[in-house]
């Protein structure tokens, strides 16, 4: 992981861990985008705070930077479901080719692993209640769970 001399990585862990509680404590994602790139910048190499990074995107209805924090995600942890999750939205936001692949792979991931299926689970939720009648992250869950 690539770190700044001045900032241990324990602190940037904390910065993420404290960026999350409060997300989840309903913070929006406005507020936290700037939060995020920052420990992108300090984490380069973090594939979960780029795929949080792409998330909070598509929750501002900013697909084009989502499709960049996605696709560097996928590139950093290619196995995340989230990360190509987040990617097969951005890019059917952004009118491109060639979603099948990273929404055959969630489905695969997510049937072989309980623990990421109720992640997904939990993130669907989340994206529904955040941004209600969202029609991509609609298609993406029907693909992703229904098969």
């Known amino acids: 992981?690539?770190?700044?001399?001045?900032?241990?990585?324990?602190?940037?862990?904390?910065?993420?861990?404290?960026?999350?509680?409060?997300y989840k404590a309903g913070a929006p994602?406005?507020?936290?985008?700037?939060?995020f790139k920052e420990i992108c910048q300090r984490a380069a190499k973090?594939?979960?705070?780029?795929?949080?990074?792409?998330w909070l995107y598509l929750l501002e209805d900013k697909p084009q930077s989502a499709y960049k924090a996605a696709q560097k995600a996928v590139k950093l942890n290619p196995e995340?479901?989230?990360a190509r999750i987040n990617l097969a939205i951005a890019m059917l936001e952004t009118g491109q080719k060639g979603v099948r692949p990273h929404v055959e792979l969630a489905q695969t991931l997510v049937a072989a692993v309980?623990?990421?299926?109720?992640?997904?689970?939990?993130?669907?939720?989340?994206?529904?209640?955040?941004?209600?009648?969202?029609?991509?992250?609609?298609?993406?869950?029907?693909?992703?769970?229904?098969?």
């Open 1 to 22: 992981m690539t770190v700044e001399a001045s900032q241990p990585l324990s602190e940037i862990e904390r910065q993420f861990q404290e960026a999350i509680a409060r």
């Open 29 to 35: 994602a406005a507020e936290l985008i700037p939060e």
């Open 46 to 54: 973090s594939s979960a705070a780029w795929t949080c990074l792409a």
């Open 80 to 82: 995340d479901p989230q």
């Open 114 to 147: 309980a623990e990421l299926r109720q992640e997904v689970l939990e993130n669907f939720a989340d994206g529904h209640k955040r941004k209600p009648d969202w029609p991509s992250l609609e298609r993406v869950e029907q693909w992703v769970l229904g098969g």
